[in-house]
């Protein structure tokens, strides 16, 4: 079982409408949680973090947690085609922050 | 305030031969690891220096190795190379007393032919 798994790609939503990313994790000690975006051929770039259970709201985007199902999910509302991007999931396990484990990523096509 | 900076950009080099990549933390930062991301993976974790030692390391061979200089910068060398370490090698910085974010550089490509 890998340590994070992300739902497969790719993702494709119109613009203006909700798109939903998800992120199931193995260890039950991981206490922070981050999303990254990243365009193609560029390096990934922080857009949320959470640490505790519920949901966190940053503008357009919204990271809900449930460690007790070991589920991390992006929400984006109101999609542009500018959010058209590969998003990271990455957990860290409680060592020392700098180690981060990431899922693979799902790409996500905006269409205007 | 300069970000994390990585060089070169890109790199190639054939099989067999030894490559080293560079990168200088953000300013107030003394914590860099290195990742590895191959083409349409999530970022591997290799190593992470701090006051100048090894403190983690990942699943990689010793082909892999670094070095964290006073000022924090640091290196990843990378020997006998094999096609698969063509990636994106990323370097990461952070404090060690704190700091809730992780700040990427932006990579160097590097294609083993």
């Known amino acids: 079982q890998k340590e994070v798994e992300q739902n497969s790609g790719p993702l494709s939503v119109p613009e203006g409408a909700i798109a939903s990313l998800n992120c199931t994790y193995s260890?039950?000690?991981?206490?922070?949680f981050f999303w990254y975006r990243q365009y193609s051929g560029k390096s990934p770039e922080l857009i949320m973090f959470?640490?505790?259970?519920g949901d966190k709201e940053d503008g357009r985007f919204t990271a809900q947690l449930n460690k007790a199902s070991q589920y991390v999910s992006l929400l984006i509302r109101d999609s542009q085609p500018s959010d058209s991007a590969t998003y990271l999931c990455?957990?860290?396990?409680?060592?020392?922050?700098?180690?981060?484990?990431f899922g693979r990523g799902t790409q996500l096509t905006v269409w205007p | 305030d300069a970000g994390v900076t990585q060089s070169p950009t890109h790199l190639i080099k054939t099989r067999g031969q030894q490559v080293t990549l560079r990168c200088s933390p953000k300013?107030?930062?003394?914590?860099v690891s290195w990742y590895q991301q191959a083409l349409g993976q999530g970022p591997q974790f290799i190593f992470q220096?701090?006051?100048?030692?090894?403190?983690q390391r990942g699943n990689f061979p010793d082909r892999f190795s670094g070095h964290q200089f006073p000022n924090y910068s640091s290196e990843l060398n990378v020997n006998a190379l094999l096609l698969g370490d063509s990636a994106l090698y990323l370097c990461?910085?952070?404090?060690?007393?704190?700091?809730?974010?992780?700040?990427f550089g932006s990579g160097t490509q590097l294609s083993v032919l």
């Open positions: 220096y701090y006051e100048e030692e090894e403190r």
């Open positions: 300013s107030g930062h003394d914590t």
């Open positions: 260890d039950r000690g991981s206490q922070s």
């Open positions: 959470i640490y505790s259970n």
């Open positions: 990455a957990v860290d396990r409680g060592s020392t922050l700098g180690r981060l484990y």
């Open positions: 990461a910085s952070s404090r060690e007393t704190g700091g809730e974010k992780l700040f």
